[in-house]
């Protein structure tokens, strides 16, 4: 199934070319009928002669009214330049002309209507001077035919020509991620929620869930139809009316895109590759204003030029595009930028969710010339380096190539050392990969951070596993298979809760050594009721701890292993006896005070050894 469009000039018989086609009058709406001019998109649809259906999008020639053009001109296979023979090439078919250029439609035909109003000689002048116009454009050498839409003269040589040029003609590709923009949502009566559009990147099927971005409205899809007929499943490159329940034509717009839930996120900044069109009225100058259009979308929005001060008619460049309202858009999505009377110039989204970059910058430039013509294999590492650590899934979305294609790509640089998987051997759909690059930098900067808490900490075993996570910034699940490959490439030891780099080790001055010992003495002097007024550097007790010398049971009191040992072996064995135990009995037992009964045995809840029911403890 494939999309025609129309182009030209108001008046230039558009409309009634469409209508001597299909029998089907394209304009809808009261007001065109009254005023006899397109306004906003018309659709038909037509049976060629090999019994193959196309779908026809017919647009408004008034210059008033482009970006309503531009809403129906996006997703078409073949493009139908429309000029009378009576008035020739007027100001719209050169801007209309401008936009097939820009949105990279190569297959057209330039279809010279009236011809019924002129003679041969001026006819094959009119023709010239199309051939001449069209040279430089993606329509260069495309076929000229003239018709009536009155008399039906010339109209079977453009069927057979459509038929032609549509053979060769690639159709719409499936990448499973299906995206229908918007170009108009209203309710019809019995059934409700209804928008139209053209299908790209993927099927729909009755009975799917969908998302509409950008303002994440969720429904699901009642019924589907096109060309009137009722079907259980549409394919991409296909005009399709979509019945939606679960949400209200009254939230939809034209520019929404449907598609389903979870992968298409919104934007207020595009990174894009723009071209300033030979017939520009003037440069574009960095932070102009223009209006920007994408599929069916249109917003007020900002171009900030990344390596020029302004951009000259016939000029490209890099740039960034700020938009006033969020978009849904993704790499490779072809685009307008207009002045308020006149095209500018447009070109592709390159990055659809770039960060604000520094002007002049190499490395982005570098970076963005790899993105826009680089192998899958390149455009994955640079995906995964502006992503890192990412799964398959979020390299699809943001580099928008197939899940074959990043996945032969992603395997490659893994073999070529490119990129590294974390916790898994298998580049399974769910596995984080960095790249060797990225890696490598997230190494160095947890190697420095540990350096520097052994400096800080030199009698401390090794940093926190939590400390050393948050100053790396990564998520808790990250950080297990981040750890557990260090590990593996012997870059960290890990020791319980903490973490240090092979090269540590606590060395212990005299004084320090002695400080230890006293400390210990202190404690196994009156072991049931040690010293609480004790100082002792909190590294020293730790150590202490870590060997398993003390154990530490309140912020107050420490006890000697051994004593804490042994006091534990009374409660088990008194709760054991008795069913229970109260901490004046344990206080009376171990001959002590209160104070220390009370720590140790809050202590024993808290390492579940005991529980405690009112006054008393049973063991768990």
Known sequence: MYVIGTAGHVDHGKSALIQALTGIDPDRLREEKERGMTIDLGFAWLTLPSGNEVSIVDVTGHERFIKNMLAGVGGIDLALLVVAADEGIMPQTREHLAIIDLLQIERGIVVITKKDLVDEEWLSLVQAELEEVIKDTTLAGSPVVAVS?????????????IEERLKDTSPKKDIGRPRLPIDRAFTMSGFGTVVTGTLIDGPLSIGQEVELVPNAHKGRIRGLQSHKHKIEKVLPGRRVAVNLSGVSADK???GEVLTTPGWLRRTIALDVKLRLIQDAPYPIKHNAPVSFHTGT??????VRLLEKEELKPGESAWAQIRLQKPAAAVKGDFFIV????TTLGGGAVIEPHPPRHRRFHTPTLERLEVMERGTPQEIALKTLEAMEPCNIKAVVTRSNLSQEEVQGALEALVSSGEAIILGSKGLGPSVLLYSSAGWQKLSEKARHALELYHRQHPLRQGAPKEE????????PQIFVHVIQRWVQEDLIIEEGTSVRLPSHGRALTEDQKKAMENYLKALQNNPYSPPTDISIDPDLLNILIQEGKVTKVSPEVVFAASAYEEMVKRVVETIKSQGNITVAQVRDILNTSRKYALALMEHLDQVKITRRVGDERVLR
């Not at 979308?297 to 900002?302: G, N, R, S």
């Not at 207009?338 to 009377?341: G, L, T, V």
């Not at 050393?468 to 998520?475: A, D, I, Q, T, V």
Request: no cysteine.
């Open 338 to 341: 207009r002045s308020p009377q």
């Open 468 to 475: 050393l996570r948050s100053r790396l910034n990564l998520s």
């Open 297 to 302: 979308f249109e917003t007020l929005a900002k």
């Open 149 to 161: 839409s009155v008399t039906g003269d010339g109209l079977p040589e453009f069927l057979t020509t």
């Open 252 to 254: 939809l717009f034209r």
